[in-house]
């Protein structure tokens, strides 16, 4: 069973379109986060949920919409898609982020590669 | 302002050596964990080892450690007897506990492994 799962994985679409990844997680934690890892290979936290909850939201253009219907899921929703949106798109799962243990790893979804033409 | 930096962005080693990858950070929190990822070719990232602020001995991991310096801020990873599958990208990343538990990232080193 995949931990941390991602759909779609690949997903090419032209400049203009709304786009979703889904992001489900099994591991029974309770915050979620979406990355993005641009082509220079860096990665930058764009949101984080705990419980449903947004707690962070880095300076991400609000055409960025991402969506947590329970503490397993939490959806992107890419709305008028730009050339400058093509990158990898990570969810990611941990318990509370306030915990000091060494068990509190982030775990990441395989990636979701979106290819904007 | 938190920060890592990884200063090299490629590493050759033979096959059976051991490498140190170096990751400095920076941070006002004192408490904070450390972590390194690997992500191959194929793209995923998968977690390797993790050393927290407080922990007085060094994360090890099978053939991984984390050479953590807290008063150099510094948590190099280890990696002993290297094979040709650990050829990948390792990124060192950091967490402050004040921060909402985000990773912050460095920019990777690409490492490659010589038979």
């Known amino acids: 069973d995949t931990a941390v799962s991602q759909t779609p994985k690949y997903l090419v679409t032209q400049m203009g379109n709304d786009k979703s990844i889904k992001c489900e997680q099994n591991?029974?934690?309770?915050?979620m986060y979406w990355y993005k890892q641009d082509s220079k290979k860096f990665l930058k936290i764009m949101f984080s949920y705990n419980n449903k909850e947004l707690i962070i939201n880095e300076t991400v253009p609000n055409r960025f919409s991402p969506k947590s219907p329970d503490k397993a899921h939490l959806n992107l929703h890419i709305n008028s898609l730009e050339l400058g949106d093509s990158a990898v798109y990570f969810c990611?799962?941990?318990?509370?982020?306030?915990?000091?243990?060494?068990?509190?790893?982030?775990?990441f979804g395989e990636g979701s590669w979106l290819t904007v033409v | 302002a938190q920060k890592i930096t990884q200063t090299q962005p490629g590493m050759f080693v033979q096959e059976k050596e051991a490498v140190t990858l170096d990751c400095t950070y920076d941070t006002s929190d004192p408490s904070y964990g450390l972590f390194w990822y690997k992500q191959p070719s194929s793209g995923e990232m998968i977690f390797l080892i993790y050393q927290g602020s407080y922990d007085q001995q060094n994360a090890t991991e099978g053939r991984y450690s984390l050479n953590f310096q807290k008063a150099r801020k510094s948590a190099n990873l280890v990696i002993s007897a290297s094979q040709l599958g650990d050829s990948a990208m390792y990124f060192c990343a950091m967490r402050a506990y004040n921060q909402g538990g985000k990773l912050i990232f460095g920019q990777g080193t690409e490492l490659s492994v010589k038979p």
């Open positions: 990611a799962s941990s318990q509370i982020p306030g915990s000091l243990s060494s068990g509190n790893t982030i775990y």
């Open positions: 591991l029974g934690h309770d915050t």
